[in-house]
């Protein structure tokens, strides 16, 4: 379906792909605007980026004259203007079950292993790589630890996070589960966790958003 939509985004944020996750989801085409994180300092820090977004991360998605911040929020915008397939359930518990699901990762671990923080704690606070990398893995497990238990523990939960079609708050999984393995964290401690991922996997719009699958990925 093509709707005019450019997403500004980077191979291996996560917020970036859990917003490609929806919009894969959706059937939604969109223009690809890399924003490379690193190179030339941090090309999210031009000035021009920093006009479009002053918080000077991505993704930013236009779509027409609107621009849009927040990965979260993007999400909920794809659910409101393209209702179909729903990102969201119908009912208002349910609702509030997948955003707690989401913000759970997005709010309370994603921002733990976020670029600009792992920089400030090695080049600001001179963190060495290893304890850095420690870190990372502390607030991941912490937070898949609770995740886990959340999804083992709610009949809610399916073939994915909330009933057996993806959702909201598999967007938001999978990315930090991507994480998870970049610093060496084994999914096979948390059993539920690695079951939703393998079936989010075996799906195509999941592919097609995977980082190495985007443009601006590095060649192998």
Not at 9 to 27: M, P
Not at 80 to 105: F, Y
Not at 114 to 125: A, D, F, H, I
Not at 175 to 204: H, K, M, S, T
């Amino acid at each position: 379906m093509s709707a005019g939509l450019t997403l500004y985004t980077y191979w291996r944020s996560s917020a970036a792909y859990r917003v490609r996750i929806g919009l894969e989801l959706k059937g939604l085409d969109y223009a690809s605007a890399p924003v490379h994180l690193v190179q030339d300092g941090g090309q999210q820090h031009a000035a021009a980026y920093a006009a479009l977004n002053p918080q000077e991360l991505v993704p930013v998605l236009r779509h027409g004259d609107a621009v849009l911040r927040q990965s979260l929020a993007i999400l909920e915008y794809l659910d409101e203007t393209w209702p179909q397939p729903a990102l969201l359930p119908a009912d208002a518990a349910g609702r509030a079950r997948v955003r707690a699901l989401a913000q759970a990762i997005a709010c309370d671990v994603h921002p733990l292993n976020n670029l600009r923080v792992l920089q400030y704690l090695e080049r600001g606070l001179g963190v060495a790589p290893p304890a850095r990398e420690e870190w990372v893995r502390h607030w991941i497990r912490l937070g898949l630890d609770a995740v886990e238990k959340l999804l083992a523990g709610d009949r809610g939960t399916g073939s994915f996070c909330h009933g057996d079609v993806p959702g909201l708050a598999d967007c938001v999984l999978v990315p930090q589960l991507y994480n998870a393995r970049r610093f060496g964290l084994e999914l096979a401690e948390w059993p539920v966790i690695a079951r939703i991922d393998a079936a989010c996997a075996a799906l195509p719009a999941f592919a097609a958003a995977a980082p190495e699958a985007q443009p601006d990925a590095p060649a192998p």
